[in-house]
């Protein structure tokens, strides 16, 4: 691991705070390009870009002090104070940017299916970059292994998973399954926001199995960040079902299963009058 890239004199730069700006760097060049090609003024979306940062870096350093609240307890000026204590929880990062970008998308009349399409591409590709620091820096921790690939952390005792490596790989798989359904979409003429749907379907459940991986709490069977995943899945299965298609989709299933219900009441209706009749005819 390499917590320090370089050192200049007594500053010393970490490295996942290098590849944290080349993160942020990377997002909000591919959340301008995919917005620019849908005809989005500039000013409209140098502001989409302005205040989700700045809102994701507040809910992102709210959601780690909230799950590592016995760091900051007795503490409250090292919970605002990242330079001290630092840390940064991405799904709280995640909830509170996409909340903003939802509210001044109907603010400055910009269509949220642009929104979401262009954040499906520029999230998962700035996350791939900022798990390369979070490898080197060794601030996720794996749980112990003996795999071949299993990697020692400063400080921890034990090799441990690279989880990082796991979530670069599938953050990759993603995006190489969104420009396949990119083209899809483009062919089907899907409406605007399916593909930011599939991104966070493909995200949340991705992510809910590597959490697996990691050594952190369990509330009630499952990890902190697993309950979050749970509630963006179900939002945006909601979200698929109204706007995905997946009401078209479901109508002839349930169609067909009310349709196999019926019949199947229908039988049995029938087998118990049979019977009712038989014992009648045999009482008389």
Do not use: C
């Not at 001044?104 to 262009?118: E, S």
């Not at 034990?158 to 899809?184: D, M, N, Q, T």
């Amino acid at each position: 691991m390499l917590p320090i890239l370089f050192s200049i004199g007594g500053v010393h730069v970490a490295s996942f705070s290098v590849f944290l700006i080349f993160a942020w760097l990377v997002w909000s060049f591919v959340f301008w390009k995919m917005l620019r090609t849908q005809a989005v003024e500039e000013e409209r979306i140098f502001d989409l870009t302005f205040y989700a940062t700045l809102l994701a870096i507040v809910g992102g350093r709210a959601g780690y002090v909230l799950t590592h609240w016995d760091q900051f307890s007795g503490d409250w000026l090292a919970t605002v104070a990242l330079w001290v204590a630092p840390g940064l929880s991405l799904y709280g990062a995640l909830i509170a940017g996409l909340l903003v970008l939802v509210y001044l998308a109907r603010r400055y009349n910009v269509r949220l299916g642009h929104v979401l399409d262009g954040l499906a591409f520029a999230f998962p590709a700035a996350v791939a970059v900022g798990e390369i620091g979070a490898l080197l820096d060794g601030s996720t921790v794996g749980l112990p292994t003996r795999l071949p690939w299993a990697v020692s952390l400063v400080g921890i005792v034990g090799k441990r998973h690279p989880v990082p490596v796991y979530e670069l790989v599938f953050l990759v798989v993603i995006l190489v399954a969104l420009s396949f359904l990119a083209g899809r979409a483009e062919q089907k003429k899907w409406a605007y926001g399916v593909l930011g749907i599939w991104f966070f379907l493909l995200f949340s459940t991705a992510m809910f199995v590597l959490e697996f991986f990691k050594e952190s709490p369990v509330y009630w069977r499952l990890r902190a960040n697993q309950w979050v995943l749970v509630a963006i899945f179900a939002e945006t299965l909601g979200a698929f079902y109204v706007r995905g298609g997946g009401r078209e989709v479901m109508r002839p299933i349930i169609a067909r299963i009310r349709q196999r219900i019926r019949h199947g009441i229908g039988e049995l209706y029938g087998r118990i009058s049979k019977r009712r009749a038989g014992n009648h005819t045999t009482t008389s």
